[in-house]
């Protein structure tokens, strides 16, 4: 019993010294983005090269998170007339290269690259290899955990959003 009392007393002093943790999600790296552009064709969207965790079990970006966020900012943005799963003349293929997250520091940058490409009827349209990045410092998020995480999901929102905005520059 004392062992059990030792032990949940350690779990509530790491809780409230640490903080709760921030996670990695789709909402969180959706970007607020609008366009006075929209596409009167359906988009098909395709991730790779994601990951749930880096090798220190750090989270990064997954293919599903991205793949959902950009779906939504997309649709709510009305960029696109609207987002299909198949069947599509217009199909987005987003492959998340790295997201270069530090081990440790007060002040931590995460970069984030993802290399867009843009396909009609299978052929490439437009491809743009984009890298963003976002830092927080010890003041901002005193947690180290918490500030990799939080500045992994500013960077990939900043990459969404310059990503939408280069397409909707696009004649398609």
Same mark, same amino acid.
């Given at each position: ?8 007393? *350690? ?11 921030? %996670? ?53 943005? +009305?960029?696109? +007339? ?9 199909? *987005?293929? *987003? ?22 490409? *843009?396909?009609?009827?299978? %052929? ?13 410092? !010890? ?9 990799? !995480? ?6 990939? +929102?900043?990459?969404?959003? +310059? ?10």
């Amino acid at each position: 019993m004392k062992n059990l009392f030792k032990l949940v007393f *350690l779990f509530f002093v790491l809780f409230f010294i640490t903080g709760c943790t921030s %996670k990695i999600t789709s909402e969180n790296i959706e970007p607020i983005f609008t366009s006075d552009k929209k596409f009167p064709y359906s988009i098909e969207i395709k991730t790779f090269g994601g990951k749930d965790k880096n090798i220190l079990g750090i989270q990064e970006v997954s293919n599903e998170n991205l793949l959902k966020a950009v779906s939504s900012t997309i649709k709510k943005s +009305q960029l696109f +007339q609207n987002v299909v799963t198949n069947d599509s003349n217009i199909t *987005l293929e *987003l492959f998340i290269v790295r997201v270069g997250q530090p081990v440790a520091g007060g002040t931590m940058t995460v970069n984030v690259e993802i290399a867009w490409a *843009l396909k009609k009827e299978e %052929k490439i349209i437009w491809k743009k290899s984009i890298i963003t990045s976002s830092t927080k410092t !010890i003041s901002e998020v005193a947690n180290a955990y918490n500030r990799i !995480i939080e500045a992994s999901i500013f960077a990939t +929102q900043l990459n969404i959003k +310059q990503g939408l905005l280069e397409i909707s520059k696009l004649e398609l």
